[in-house]
C-alpha cells in the first residue's frame, strides 16, 4: 500500500486483495474484545487506508472461529473507571471511537461467532454486514449496568426499527444469524465457510466501480438520512454535478461507446 503507518498493528492483521484492504480484529484470546490498543490501532489504520487511492473498499472482519468482536474488553475498562475522573472519562471514552463511521469509502463487515455490544457497534458502523451462520448479535450492556456507548442505541434504531431496537437492547437478549438477516440487522447470510470470499467479492464488484464515484454516492445516501426529502434531492444535484467534472466521468462513457473496461483514473 502507498499510504503507511509508523509501525504494523498488534491487535489487528492487514492484509489486501487486489484493490480491497482486509482488516481482521487480532485478539483472540479475548474474543477479539476492543481495549484502548486496539482502538487506537484501527484508527491509525484507517486513516492510513483511507488516504491510500490503491484502496478502494474495506473488508472487517475477526480472526478466530468464535468471535467477530466480544465488544469493550471490561477487564481493562473497570480498572479505568477505578482511576479515572468522569470528566476524564467522557473524553478518552469517545476518542477515536467513530473513526470506521468516518471511512469515507465502502465497509463491508464478515460477522462470524459473536459479536456483542460494541462488536455490534462496529458493525452497525459499516456500509453492508455479511453474516456466517455461526453469527450472533446481542447488546448486554443492560447486564452490566451500562448502555450501549458507542452509537448502539442510534445506529440499531435506524437499522432496524425503533420498536425491534428497545426490544433488543433493553432485553439484551441474543438474535442468531437468521433473524438478523430477517430484520435487516445483516444483509446476507452465507456460510462460514464462504463469509470471507462473499464479503471480498462483494468489496472487489464495488472497487471495480469508479472511486470517486462510489465515494460521492455513499456520502450522497448517509447523509440525506437526516436531511428531508427536499434538502437529500438538493444534496444528490450537487454531488452529481461534481461528479461531472471529474476525469472518470468522461471515461465512463467513453468506454461503453469504444466497448472496453472503463481505466479509472480516480479523479
Known sequence: MSATMS???????????????????????????????????LFDVLEALRKDPEVRALVLTGGGD????????????????????????RRFRWEKSDALAQFDKPVI????????????????????????ESASFAFAEV??????????????????????????????????AGEAVAIGLADRLVSDQDLLP????LAERIAANAPV??????????????????EGLQLERDLASFAYTTDDAQEGPR????KRPPQWRGQ
Not at 509501525?7 to 484492504?21: C, G, I, N, Y
Not at 464515484?213 to 427536499?230: F, M, N
Open 7 to 41: 509501525q504494523a498493528p498488534e491487535t489487528l492483521l492487514l492484509s489486501r486483495h487486489k484493490q480491497v484492504a482486509i482488516i481482521t480484529l487480532n485478539r483472540p484470546q479475548a474474543l477479539n474484545a476492543i481495549n484502548l490498543q486496539m482502538r487506537g490501532e
Open 66 to 89: 468464535k468471535a467477530f468482536c466480544a465488544g469493550m474488553d471490561l477487564r481493562e475498562f473497570s480498572q479505568i473507571l477505578l482511576h479515572t475522573p468522569l470528566t476524564e472519562l
Open 109 to 132: 463487515a464478515a460477522v462470524k461467532g459473536l459479536a456483542v455490544g460494541g462488536g455490534v457497534e462496529l458493525a452497525l458502523q459499516c456500509d453492508v454486514c455479511y453474516a456466517g
Open 143 to 176: 447486564s452490566r449496568g451500562l448502555i450501549p456507548g458507542n452509537g448502539g442505541t442510534q445506529r440499531l434504531s435506524r437499522r432496524i426499527g425503533t420498536n425491534r431496537a428497545l426490544e433488543m437492547i433493553l432485553s439484551g437478549r441474543t438474535v442468531g
Open 198 to 201: 462473499s464479503a471480498i467479492e
Open 213 to 230: 464515484a462510489v465515494r460521492l454516492a455513499k456520502t450522497a445516501i448517509l447523509r440525506g438520512q437526516d436531511l428531508s426529502l427536499a
Open 255 to 258: 468506454a461503453f461507446v469504444e
